[in-house]
């Protein structure tokens, strides 16, 4: 069974307290991009490719192939292979069936940038969920698969739902948000800078946010500007003022709106004129690397 599996923007990201268990409670709107990657609207791949498959016959136990984007990371600690464990660990318990599994193949072409703050790791986690799910017979609902992805990262489970929602806690609790920015161009732009999540969180003071986004779909696109804010550009950007050259050049090229995601370091534009997001795109072209262009 083959997955496209596409990846999320955060639009404005608040640190609204430090909780007791050393986490912070956030508030942000997470934004699915990239679902139509290679349909007319979006011809540059956007998505990472996940396939799997159980070899009956075959003594149980996972093996895994990483093929595309190279990544600094232990094979048996990419969360793909901890879903499978996961999955399988609740999955034996619950049907006792562990002699008679097989071999599960698992095969990620990584594209998606790793580090971006676009949740690629943790939407490959959360499709392996659903497709282990779905292989299975569909052993386990949607609340028992969200519980897993919680454990595996706190944005996994909006990859359950990948529509708009906004999302609280430590970025686990969600609710529906009606914002459909459909018709506009996206242009993403990750520098070639890491952002480590302790790096993000230092220098970062929690308080209660100047706007409210679980109103944002009352606000119009063109006036998010200045209101709609991601708390780690505060942090982020005096350490790596790249970023910040990046999101200024957005506006300077027409972009409605821009922001860092997550945690960083992609940088996105929303345009609504077509033609000046490509002429955008081929400006960061001559310059950087890692450059998507595609209609929301």
């Not at 594209?111 to 497709?131: I, K």
């Not at 077509?274 to 072209?285: L, N, V």
Request: charged share 25%; hydrophobic share 40%.
């Amino acid at each position: 069974m083959i997955k496209f599996v596409n990846a999320k923007i955060n639009i404005g990201l608040n640190v609204v307290a430090r909780r007791d268990d050393g986490y912070h409670d956030l508030e942000t709107v997470f934004y699915p991009v990239g679902i139509e990657s290679g349909m007319p609207q979006q011809p540059e791949p956007f998505d990472d490719i996940l396939e799997v498959n159980i070899e009956k016959g075959r003594p149980a136990g996972c093996r895994f192939q990483l093929m595309g984007r190279r990544l600094n990371c232990d094979p048996q600690k990419n969360l793909v292979v901890k879903a499978t464990t996961m999955f399988l660990h609740h999955y034996f318990e619950k049907e006792g069936v562990e002699g008679d599994m097989g071999l599960i193949n698992l095969i990620l072409d990584k594209h998606l940038p790793d580090g971006a703050g676009l949740g690629g790791g943790s939407a490959d986690a959360t499709f392996t969920l659903v497709t282990l799910n779905e292989l299975l017979g569909e052993p386990f609902g949607q609340k028992e698969l969200a519980r897993m992805a919680r454990k595996l990262g706190a944005d996994c489970p909006f990859f359950l739902l990948n529509t708009p929602a906004f999302a609280e806690g430590i970025g686990e609790v969600l609710s529906p948000v009606d914002i459909d920015l459909k018709g506009n161009w996206l242009l993403l732009v990750k520098p070639p800078v890491s952002v480590s999540t302790k790096e993000a969180f230092a220098g970062i003071v929690p308080k209660k946010p100047d706007f409210d986004l679980r109103f944002l779909h009352y606000l119009p696109l063109d006036q998010w500007r200045g209101k709609v804010v991601n708390d780690f550009e505060a942090s982020i950007f005096p350490r790596h003022p790249e970023l910040a050259e990046v999101k200024d050049t957005f506006y300077d090229r027409g972009a409605v709106y821009a922001s860092m995601s997550g945690s960083g370091s992609a940088i996105y534009g929303i345009f609504s004129d077509g033609d000046k997001a490509k002429q955008a795109s081929d400006d960061f072209r001559s310059t950087y690397e890692e450059v998507w262009l595609f209609k929301l």
